[in-house]
């Protein structure tokens, strides 16, 4: 077996350069007070969250260098448990603000999606939005 064949560095001798990189967390199933209709007080309802990450970034060496997946379910599950919210929108948005407070964070996209919101005439509905920092 050969030995694996190092990639060349990526830095300004290269003529290469690593500028940005987007992190992902698709998928994220939880549980959340969320509704504007008197039924949907006091009780849970499913949301599935998609969470894209621009980050900038000089390269990948260790963790710091990057953002750790862990802390973006956490901060979805940290918005959802703080409190019933009328409207998906104000979740998706506390939770990209949360996201953008990561270190090398620049630009966020969150979509929400509410399954149960239709059902069962449509498989879900929801909500996509960016925000970026200045």
């Not at 992190?23 to 949301?47: K, N, S, T, W």
């Not at 390269?59 to 997946?69: H, P, S």
């Not at 998706?92 to 005439?121: F, N, S, T």
């Amino acid at each position: 077996m050969a030995a694996p064949i190092p990639f060349p560095p990526l830095d300004a001798k290269s003529g290469v350069r690593l500028t940005e990189a987007t992190v992902f967390v698709r998928g994220i199933r939880l549980d959340a007070e969320i509704g504007i209709y008197d039924h949907e007080h006091g009780r849970r309802q499913p949301l599935v969250i998609d969470v894209e990450l621009t980050i900038e970034t000089s390269g990948f060496e260790t963790i710091a260098d990057t953002v750790n997946y862990e802390s973006i379910t956490a901060a979805a599950h940290a918005v959802a448990a703080s409190g019933h919210l009328k409207l998906v929108e104000t979740y998706a948005e506390q939770l990209a603000r949360a996201c953008l407070d990561q270190p090398h964070a620049r630009r966020v996209r969150v979509r929400v999606e509410k399954p149960e919101a239709l059902a069962p005439c449509a498989e879900a509905a929801g909500v996509e939005l960016v925000l970026e920092k200045a």
